[in-house]
């Protein structure tokens, strides 16, 4: 089976950078995916890792790294809106997610 | 513009009385999800389709059923809700399973019993 484990709550100023991290156990993996969620919301899907490194898209990055197990989500220039849960989720090899227990991200002014 | 939609948003049923949520997608996706989400909690896996192959979960209760009678359509049966199926429930689809890792999420049905 597949367990994901995330901070439950992180905090951050506007205009900063903050890093979500997410490390795993698992039998079977395939990648590791970073989907947003706002109160009320439903997930959306943010960014995929399959091979070690870095992803960029925009303000938003992440990073995998199979050997230690563990990935993170990058997030820079954080704005008002970036305040979100943060899920990580891992695939397996009966292509289904399994999600991470989820990051509150709180951003100040 | 394509999409997944659920109906209805928003379900309140009384306890053990039969419900069944609906949702349907535009995006010609061969691969459908339904997810159990509780508050502050992670998205649950149920059930999922590719086509018409259906895939249970081992811990997924016998009281939630499924039926995909096309593409575009997929419902979730609930025979007897109690009160701790009470929960969002999202519908999800993926291009196709080495593209699961890229779901389209609906907004969900919030489920209320009572």
């Known amino acids: 089976g597949q367990s994901l484990e995330q901070p439950s709550e992180v905090t951050a100023v506007e205009g900063a950078i903050v890093q979500i991290n997410c490390t795993y156990q698992t039998s079977g993996f395939y990648g590791l995916s970073w989907y947003q969620q706002h109160d009320g919301g439903a997930p959306t899907f943010l960014s995929y890792?399959?091979?070690?490194g870095l992803e960029e898209t925009g303000r938003f990055s992440s990073f995998l790294s199979r050997s230690d197990s563990y990935g993170y989500l990058l997030l820079q220039e954080l704005q008002m809106k970036d305040s979100a849960s943060y899920f990580c989720?891992?695939?397996?090899?009966?292509?289904?997610?399994?999600f991470g227990s989820g990051t509150r991200l709180l951003v100040r002014p | 513009d394509a999409m997944v939609i659920q109906n209805p948003r928003y379900q309140v049923t009384q306890f053990g009385k039969p419900v069944t949520l609906s949702c349907s997608q535009t995006?010609?996706?061969?691969?459908m999800y339904w997810y159990q989400q509780k508050s502050s909690q992670a998205p649950k896996l149920l059930f999922h389709y590719y086509d018409k192959d259906f895939n249970n979960e081992a811990d997924t209760p016998d009281n939630f059923q499924s039926r995909r009678p096309n593409t575009s359509f997929c419902f979730l049966d609930i025979r007897s809700p109690g009160l701790g199926d009470a929960a969002m429930y999202l519908c999800?689809?993926?291009?196709?399973?080495?593209?699961?890792?890229?779901?389209?999420f609906g907004p969900g049905t919030r489920l209320t019993v009572t």
């Open positions: 999800a689809t993926s291009r196709r399973t080495d593209r699961s890792y890229e779901q389209y």
């Open positions: 995006l010609n996706h061969n691969v």
């Open positions: 989720a891992g695939g397996d090899s009966s292509y289904k997610l399994i």
């Open positions: 890792n399959a091979l070690d």
